[in-house]
């Protein structure tokens, strides 16, 4: 694995909404491997095929998903590797920049950029205004200062502040399920605390603004890492499981389509596997990826 950039030291650079434009630095050992498709590129938007390039959103500072090298423009994380292997099987170069999570959304909406890809839950409400490819799993977990005598029952996280990064599911599964399930058991509910950042929320639970943080459980060793102090993480059984995609825009089926079937592609010929072997993530590997699986799962 590359040398991880503090986290927290990047969090400056991040705040606000600055465009970071950075080099790609997928793992070479894996993509090397994959062959272009010419039926696939077929597929592509031809604006898209003729500048042989789509160009992604992402907010890279949610390791394992996307983070910066220490010199701040080169990415790596198992979604870079993930795309690189997807833009060479479809014919094209996916060429990334990095912006505030909540502007991701926003930005395929305008048509600023092609793609958005950042561990992004697909929900019902974000299909009404997106498309999502879905391609990986994840759950939530609940990060907390060693000690604190919380434990993975529900019930000990009553009555206390959580933190989380706005623009993000992770505040839902505070307001719709943690919460309420306090006030059914007749305990006070959870205060909620939102923050720009992934590092302003670290920062927030480090000095005890929040007594504990939400976050994607699949981050633990990373934001371990990012903490000057040490963290625990509990998983309560009541907390829901999530699909993440790649984010197009609404009614882009052409580009939706093309990515759907490079997405079976390199998950056919063992790519998508060795990319989640080497981030020790194989266990989120969606292995029927789909398009807006939530909206279908729920007819």
């Not at 048509?111 to 299909?127: F, L, P």
């Amino acid at each position: 694995m590359k040398k991880i950039h503090s986290l927290m030291a990047m969090g400056a650079i991040f705040l606000g909404s600055a465009v970071i434009p950075a080099s790609g630095m997928a793992d070479e050992a894996i993509t090397a491997k994959v062959t272009t498709d010419p039926a696939l590129t077929a597929l592509l938007p031809a604006k898209i095929r003729d500048a042989g390039v789509i160009k992604a959103a992402t907010d890279a500072q949610h390791a394992p998903c996307d983070f910066l090298e220490e010199d701040n423009k080169t990415f790596t994380g198992w979604e870079e590797d993930y795309r690189q292997a997807l833009g060479k099987k479809l014919g094209v170069k996916i060429e990334p920049v990095s912006i505030a999570f909540d502007g991701l959304i926003p930005g395929v909406q305008s048509g600023r950029y092609d793609m958005a890809m950042q561990c992004i839950s697909d929900s019902v409400e974000r299909e009404k205004i997106v498309d999502f490819v879905d391609v990986s799993l994840s759950t939530n977990g609940i990060y907390l200062l060693a000690g604190s005598g919380v434990t993975a029952d529900p019930k000990t996280l009553c009555g206390k502040k959580s933190g989380n990064q706005s623009g993000t599911t992770y505040g839902q599964t505070i307001s719709n399920i943690l919460s309420p399930y306090c006030v059914e058991q007749g305990l006070k509910p959870i205060e909620k605390m939102e923050f720009n950042s992934q590092d302003a929320t670290i920062l927030a639970l480090l000095s005890g603004r929040v007594d504990f943080l939400v976050n994607d459980a699949s981050s633990a060793k990373y934001i371990r890492e990012a903490s000057k102090k040490p963290l625990e993480i509990v998983i309560p059984d009541i907390l829901p499981r999530w699909i993440n995609g790649i984010v197009v825009q609404k009614g882009n089926d052409e580009l939706a389509n093309a990515l759907l079937a490079g997405a079976k592609a390199i998950l056919a010929d063992g790519t998508y596997d060795e990319i989640m072997k080497k981030w020790d993530l194989q266990p989120i590997i969606l292995r029927e990826p789909g398009i807006n699986l939530k909206t279908k799962a729920a007819e």
